[in-house]
């Protein structure tokens, strides 16, 4: 085994592709999301939660308690939506998910990696904090503070 690393947001897109090339590198690791994953391997284990729901700090404690160290972390979960004037009740849920999510989860992780002297935390943003549109101002204001990348080894 090369490593162990948790992945928030892997069920799809850049978290899955990062997954597999993990996996094919002899990683062992640990995705949560909040579907469920297309992968089977005797090297991942896969958990469904939400990052927005209140459950999800009970989840990820839970992993972070009963699993070896992690040497990796990395925060892949994102939404996005075109703004709507009339129904404005998505632009909430954006920021919970693509800033607080990773928020939430950089709070648990990496105290324990500081601890260990050992560790990698990366937060995925998107070019839509540079690439600036009307049409989804939520998407590009909360990809904006995504630029985390804590190393500690």
């Not at 928030?8 to 999301?33: F, H, Y």
């Not at 297309?38 to 404690?61: G, M, R």
């Not at 849920?93 to 990773?102: P, T």
């Not at 998407?139 to 630029?147: G, L, R």
């Amino acid at each position: 085994m090369k490593g162990k690393a948790l992945l928030i947001g892997n069920s799809d897109g850049i978290g899955l592709a990062t997954t597999k090339e993990l996996l094919k590198r002899e990683w062992k690791v640990v995705g949560i999301s909040r579907s469920v994953s297309p992968i089977e391997n005797p090297s991942y284990e896969h958990i469904v939660a939400k990052v927005q729901d209140d459950e999800y700090l009970t989840v990820l404690k839970s992993v972070l308690e009963k699993s070896e160290p992690f040497d990796l972390c990395v925060f892949c979960a994102g939404i996005g939506e075109m703004l709507n004037l009339f129904n404005m009740e998505g632009e909430t849920e954006i920021f919970n998910v693509n800033l607080l999510g990773m928020v939430k989860t950089a709070s648990c992780v990496i105290p324990l990696m500081v601890n260990r002297g050992k560790g990698h935390f990366i937060g995925l943003s998107s070019l839509a904090d540079e690439l600036l549109s009307p049409e989804a101002p939520s998407y590009h204001a909360s990809n904006a503070n995504n630029h985390i990348f804590f190393r500690q080894s």
